[in-house]
């Protein structure tokens, strides 16, 4: 079926400190991956994506890995930042003839300690 | 770009009143979504449209509610009569198919907060 477990659903980190937040999938089919950040008062903003094809990506301070195998990705910050604060999502969208439907996990409400 | 519009901001009403939220996608954009996001329940996808065309609307909660796109530059989502249990923080996104590299991002509006008392 269609979903995604996200975890953990509150996180509390350090300024500096890295933090990281995991999903998991449970439809093989899936082939694309995207994590949204949302700050408050703000529509969800993709922030980076990966496919199915790759098994890391990297921009600046974030980075997405993707395993397979194991059904599940993860999202990395390091060196976080107090913008780093907001609400992340990660989703998937799984592989249609003629759609574009992301499913969402449930979000992680991250805060940067100073 | 202006991105992805959506109005009201914000929406207070009366439980029983019809109530219409607008979107405006991206120029250029061929899909537009619906999403309702809750404490409890997250970000719901409603429906949503292909060239003006709707594809799945299998995340409509009721028929009190339903959504149109007669062009491809607007669309409203309306809930009649509205309940209580229908305030949430109402997203429109748009999206467009490219071959590559990345065809499926979505860019999201800044939403509707329906109040409904």
């Known amino acids: 079926g269609e979903n995604v477990e996200q975890h953990p659903s509150t996180l509390s980190v350090q300024e500096g400190d890295s933090a990281v937040i995991k999903c998991t999938y449970s439809d093989s089919a899936s082939n694309y991956f995207p994590w949204y950040k949302q700050e408050l008062g703000k529509g969800p903003q993709l922030i980076i994506d990966i496919r199915s094809n790759v098994g890391e990506k990297k921009d600046q301070r974030i980075a997405v890995t993707l395993n397979k195998t194991a059904k599940h990705f993860s999202l990395h910050i390091t060196e976080t930042q107090p913008e780093d604060s907001a609400v992340y999502f990660c989703a998937f969208r799984r592989r249609y003839s003629s759609a574009s439907k992301i499913i969402f996990g449930s979000g992680t409400r991250l805060s940067i300690r100073p | 770009d202006a991105g992805v519009i959506q109005s009201p901001r914000h929406e207070v009403t009366e439980m029983g009143q019809e109530v219409t939220l607008r979107c405006k996608p991206i120029?250029?954009?061929?899909?537009l979504f619906w999403y309702r996001q809750t404490m409890m329940r997250g970000l719901e996808l409603l429906i949503y449209?292909?060239?003006?065309?709707?594809?799945?609307d299998s995340g409509m909660p009721e028929d009190r509610f339903s959504a149109k796109m007669p062009n491809a530059s607007f669309s409203t989502l309306k809930i009649q009569p509205s309940e209580p249990r229908d305030s949430a923080v109402y997203f429109c996104?748009?999206?467009?198919?490219?071959?590559?590299?990345?065809?499926?991002?979505?860019?999201f509006g800044s939403g509707t907060r329906l109040t409904v008392v």
């Open positions: 449209f292909n060239n003006n065309v709707p594809i799945d």
């Open positions: 120029s250029g954009h061929d899909y």
């Open positions: 996104a748009s999206s467009f198919r490219r071959f590559n590299p990345q065809p499926y991002g979505y860019t």
